[in-house]
């Protein structure tokens, strides 16, 4: 069976630095908010060992996170089999984004949902602590609270339905350097440590979008070393309609929340314009559009069943080995009833519903030489 994964970015409304552990880490104060943008991941067993990788981005078909990932799994669980994987980047690299961790959270959780570990979220979080700060988040993926070096997360939701529009300027920033600034910064007292999450966490509980907007916070904005550019690309987002705006993780993207789809788009179409106009802020700048996510990560299946007659009917079900037996049995649909349903020839699994009922649509389009390709897989 092949499994087909979304790969969700997040955003940190508020990320702020309490602390210096004696190992060198920092202790964050940070909220995680995963929103719709994706990588997509399609994965299934393949081989004894390793993961065979392929990647539409070159430079991350080698040593990827994903690699990191199912090492630190292999290490929970020696029987671990091989896979086979193909990935597909949409979310910005170094972006703030968790475009890697989110890949890795997503390679965890399908391997144990193919291999059939039976690993609970909390041992699946604590593995992907090793692999990456932010991949617990990713994995848990509901709005978010996080303390230690962000892997201590509590749930504190969130207003559903916010639109955001990201900026992605040229430049990536370096998450080290951007730690060793703060640290010159904060020895030299340029910087403080006064704030806390608690009223942008307030509002978030509430479903105050708005409230949430205006409390939001990152510290690194201080330190980047594109201060000037992370400053102006705000107030242009601001200028634009949005409620708040902010850089997200270690930058560079720079967020901008709207109430609604409408006045995102509305906002996007001002500043592309804009860049076409020749304004210098965006130059170079890629646009992203997404929503706050409110998608459950249980699993749709896309199936195909072969008939007594040699025919073929494809369906989506959230229950494989129930599906069959209600064809069999001759309750299933019109066609298989017809037709006598014998074996089930095909089988795909989704995390998001949507997208196996766009797959299911796809196959169905296919004439029957088309579908009976699909068996040989």
């Known amino acids: 069976m092949k499994l087909f994964l979304r790969a969700y970015a997040k955003i940190n409304p508020y990320l702020n630095i309490t602390g210096r552990r004696e190992d060198g880490y920092h202790e964050l104060d940070i909220i995680f908010r995963p929103v719709t943008l994706y990588d997509e991941l399609e994965l299934e067993i393949d081989g004894d060992d390793g993961v065979r990788l392929i990647c539409d981005r070159a430079d991350l078909a080698g040593d990827n996170i994903i690699h990191k990932a199912y090492?630190?799994?292999?290490?929970?669980?020696?029987?671990?089999?091989g896979f086979s994987a193909?990935?597909?980047k949409h979310i910005p690299s170094g972006a703030g984004m968790g475009g890697g961790s989110s890949d890795a959270a997503a390679f965890l959780w399908g391997a144990n949902e193919l291999a059939c570990l039976g690993l609970g979220q909390e041992e699946l979080m604590e593995i992907g602590a090793g692999v990456g700060a932010d991949v617990p988040a990713c994995l848990l993926q509901r709005v978010c609270a996080g303390e230690g070096i962000g892997e201590r997360l509590t749930v504190i939701g969130g207003a559903a339905g916010v639109s955001y529009l990201v900026i992605k300027p040229q430049e990536s920033f370096s998450t080290p350097a951007m730690y060793a600034q703060y640290d010159r910064m904060l020895e030299a007292g340029r910087i403080g440590r006064g704030r806390t999450s608690a009223p942008i966490a307030r509002a978030m509980a509430?479903?105050?979008?708005?409230?949430?907007?205006?409390?939001?916070?990152?510290?690194?904005?201080?330190?980047v070393p594109e201060r000037k550019k992370i400053a102006g690309l705000k107030k242009l987002l601001l200028a634009a309609g949005a409620d708040g705006a902010v850089m997200t993780g270690s930058g560079s993207c720079v967020v901008g929340a709207f109430a609604d789809a409408k006045g995102r788009n509305l906002a996007c179409r001002r500043l592309v314009s804009l860049q076409k106009k020749g304004e210098k802020l965006l130059g170079g700048c890629a646009f992203y559009s997404c929503e706050s996510l409110d998608e459950s990560r249980e699993l749709s299946y896309v199936y195909m069943i072969r008939c007594g007659d040699g025919s073929l009917y494809t369906g989506w079900t959230k229950d494989p080995e129930k599906r069959l037996k209600t064809h069999k049995s001759g309750q299933g649909?019109?066609?298989t009833r017809s037709r006598g349903a014998q074996e089930m020839v095909y089988l795909e699994a989704f995390d998001s519903r949507r997208a196996a009922l766009g797959r299911e649509y796809a196959i169905k389009q296919l004439d029957r030489s088309g579908k009976l390709a699909l068996t040989e897989k």
Request: hydrophobic share 35%; glycine share 8%; no cysteine.
């Open 71 to 81: 090492g630190k799994l292999k290490e929970r669980r020696p029987d671990l089999p």
């Open 86 to 88: 193909v990935l597909r």
């Open 333 to 335: 649909a019109k066609y």
């Open 206 to 223: 509430a479903g105050d979008a708005a409230g949430e907007a205006k409390r939001f916070y990152n510290v690194f904005e201080k330190v």
